[in-house]
């Protein structure tokens, strides 16, 4: 939190880390291509990860089709399950920051989704929210840039190119750590559940658990938005 918040002159307030995903182009998969075929025309794979105020890699998850939703992705990272089953504990309200394509909840926070009509408040908090959710964009610019593999991965299976992925992330750390590198610089809304997430009646109670893990983060948000009143 004490870096993130001596990073800016406004920093946004208990920030652990910021998230986002990423895609690296691959060769075209043998098997179930299609799934792999993203929004940019190419093949790929996504890389979730989440960032520290000195742009290293606090955790990263690799290797899900580049047709795949953030939020879906999220939904599925041991990150996300660790958090909601309280094995990974985060500090009393330290928050996680993301954009809109993330689920709002009380431990990860979004802006608000520009529909037109914000007040200048909501527009005020997305503003500082962009700000400091700006360097997982540059910790992934740093690691693009010194890793140029990350282009196009150009390797035969899916496997190991989630390895080469894992191996730049690391080594990125690797360099910040000792060579003080890092100067280099839809998804829910309303509900927060998305029909292709929870499909079947058994799910019951999962889908309970994110409505009530989106209404704690729109209390959340509100109550942070308050500190940026003028």
Avoid at 13 to 34: L, Q, T, Y
Avoid at 168 to 197: M, P, Q, R, W, Y
Wanted: aromatic share 10%.
């Amino acid at each position: 939190m004490e870096g993130f918040q001596t990073k800016r002159a406004n920093s946004f307030p208990f920030v652990v880390g910021c998230a986002d995903g990423i895609h690296f182009k691959i060769n075209i998969p043998s098997n179930d291509a299609v799934s792999y075929y993203d929004r940019k025309g190419t093949y790929s794979i996504n890389m979730q990860a989440i960032c520290d105020s000195n742009l290293r890699f606090l955790d990263v998850f690799i290797g899900y089709p580049g047709s795949c939703h953030d939020a879906n992705v999220w939904r599925n990272s041991p990150i996300y399950k660790g958090i909601t089953s309280g094995e990974v504990e985060l500090a009393s309200g330290a928050v996680i920051l993301a954009d809109s394509a993330y689920p709002l909840s009380k431990y990860m926070i979004v802006p608000f989704r520009d529909n037109g009509h914000l007040s200048s408040d909501e527009r005020k908090f997305n503003y500082i929210l962009s700000s400091t959710r700006v360097l997982i964009e540059q910790a992934f610019g740093v690691l693009r840039s010194k890793f140029r593999i990350l282009n196009h991965i150009d390797v035969t299976s899916l496997k190991s190119t989630s390895e080469v992925v894992l191996a730049c992330t690391i080594l990125h750390n690797f360099i910040i750590k000792h060579c003080g590198d890092s100067s280099l610089a839809d998804a829910f809304e309303n509900t927060g559940v998305e029909s292709n997430i929870i499909t079947e009646s058994n799910h019951e109670i999962e889908v309970i658990e994110i409505i009530n893990d989106y209404n704690e983060g729109v209390a959340r948000r509100n109550e942070l938005k308050m500190l940026f009143l003028s």
